[in-house]
T-cell receptor
């Protein structure tokens, strides 16, 4: 059964460093998403991506964040200068059609900023 | 602002029925998702309601009332593996796009 994959499973970085989180969405899906979940808190939407551009983004997704689909399979989230409060689980998701369709989540990348 | 409320925790007995409520105050509301999230894992899709009424899918059913800003998830014939957090999330037409509730942690006891 196709699934969304994410690498790495755990990333530890120093404050101020850049990190790139990687995701491989399900191959025939057209919409891609990033969410984050700080430990013990609710899931928060970051950004949706369609047709090689950002479709929607939340207030959290400021200039420190960027997304890219560098090739036909990968979908990346870059945080330019990490802050302690960026420590969270980051989930990538994809859906076949519009965001109103079922979204399939990857297993997540746990980011720890020291 | 956009706001979604759910009870923090619920407990039920194996084989019983449990109803998890969700109320929302949002603008640009399009529909409502329910997800299941086991501890340390990613959310998995359960249902999506756009129209008012009840949608049944096996042991799980979801209800929506747009006029009341209210939804519930009904779980029947509870099993131990149903112990998890249940997240409701509003899908909005623009901007923030998805607003999640805090999740309801359900414990199923033998």
């Amino acid at each position: 059964e196709p699934e969304v994959t994410q690498t790495p499973s755990h990333q530890v970085t120093q404050m101020g460093q850049e990190v790139i989180l990687r995701c491989v969405p399900i191959s025939n899906h057209l919409y891609f998403y990033w969410y984050r979940q700080i430990l013990g808190q609710k899931v928060e939407f970051l950004v949706s991506f369609y047709n090689n551009e950002i479709s929607e983004k939340s207030e959290i997704f400021d200039d420190q964040f960027s997304v890219e689909r560098p090739d036909g399979s990968n979908f990346t989230l870059k945080i330019r200068s990490t802050k302690l409060e960026d420590s969270a689980m980051y989930f990538c998701a994809s859906s076949e059609g519009t965001p109103a369709n079922e979204q399939f989540f990857g297993p997540g990348t746990r980011l720890t900023v020291l | 602002g956009q706001n979604i409320d759910q009870p923090t925790e619920m407990t039920a007995t194996e084989g019983a029925i449990v109803q998890i409520n969700c109320t929302y105050q949002t603008s640009g509301f399009n529909g409502l998702f329910w997800y299941q999230q086991h501890a340390g894992e990613a959310p998995t899709f359960l249902s999506y309601n756009v129209l008012d009424g009840l949608e049944e899918k096996g042991r799980f059913s979801s209800f929506l009332s747009r006029s009341k800003g209210y939804s519930y998830l009904l779980l029947k014939e509870l099993q131990m593996k149903d112990s998890a957090s249940y997240l409701c999330a509003a899908f909005l037409n623009y901007g923030q796009n998805f607003v999640f509730g805090p999740g309801t942690r359900l414990s199923v006891l033998p």
